[in-house]
């Protein structure tokens, strides 16, 4: 019960560029978030954007938010080598039996490899 | 330093034999997640508590088992019923459990020998 999709499934910039990554959902959502993750690491926390924010910063990061396209993205601006890692995009995708809540459901991820 | 602890880093299961992996919080949260992510895939939910005593499966709960006997603690048991344990297991907490931001461990890397 995937809910969230990356696009593109990896990207390959020089150092100093921009760098775009694009998140698509199917059913309405109160945020959404995106998470890095470096090679055999746990995921980190980077954002998270609710349903009545078009877009949000956090340094060198910008994310916007259109609820009725269903889709979002994430723009690493001035990239570096040490941004090079996995990004994810997770929605609250669905409630599980006896919760009543909804879990976060997380897509592929985009694959980012930032070349020195 | 607060955060999650996953342990071991590495872990290697022989046929048939149960294993499990440790997973300890001291952010004092409510709700803990136990994950699956396959190479090059997403994260798929396998368990996840809200509240201490209390679990719900996720989307692949089967061969699946935990136990939320204290708050900062939220072991997963993989067992001989899981036919395909090869895979990068995370652990996440989060204050409260309701599609919130997550807060992840570093992983348990499980292998078949």
């Known amino acids: 019960s995937q809910q969230g999709e990356e696009d593109p499934q990896a990207l390959s910039i020089q150092e100093g560029e921009n760098a775009t990554m694009n998140c698509s959902y199917k059913t309405s959502i109160n945020n959404l978030q995106w998470y890095r993750q470096n090679s055999g690491r746990g995921l980190v926390h980077l954002i998270l954007?609710?349903?009545?924010?078009r877009e949000k910063h956090s340094g060198r990061l910008r994310v916007t938010l259109d609820t009725s396209k269903k889709s979002s993205s994430l723009l690493i601006t001035a990239s570096r080598a040490a941004d090079t890692a996995s990004y994810f995009c997770?929605?609250?995708?669905?409630?599980?039996?006896?919760?009543?809540?909804?879990?976060?459901?997380f897509g592929k991820g985009t694959k980012l490899s930032v070349i020195p | 330093d607060g955060g999650i602890t996953q342990s071991p880093k590495y872990l290697f299961r022989k046929e048939g034999q149960n294993v499990t992996l440790s997973c300890e919080q001291n952010l004092n949260h409510d709700a803990m997640y136990w994950y699956r992510q396959d190479p090059g895939q997403g994260l798929r939910l396998i368990y996840y508590?809200?509240?201490?005593?209390?679990?719900q499966k996720g989307d692949i709960a089967e061969g699946y088992s935990v136990s939320r006997e204290k708050k900062e603690s939220f072991p997963l048991t993989v067992t001989s019923a899981q036919k395909n344990p090869t895979a990068f297991y995370l652990c996440?907490?989060?204050?409260?459990?309701?599609?919130?931001?997550?807060?992840f461990g570093s992983g348990t890397q499980l292998s078949v020998l």
């Open positions: 954007i609710r349903s009545n924010e």
């Open positions: 996440a907490s989060s204050l409260t459990g309701v599609g919130e931001k997550l807060f």
């Open positions: 508590s809200q509240i201490v005593n209390d679990f």
């Open positions: 997770a929605t609250p995708g669905r409630a599980y039996s006896g919760a009543g809540s909804y879990q976060l459901t």
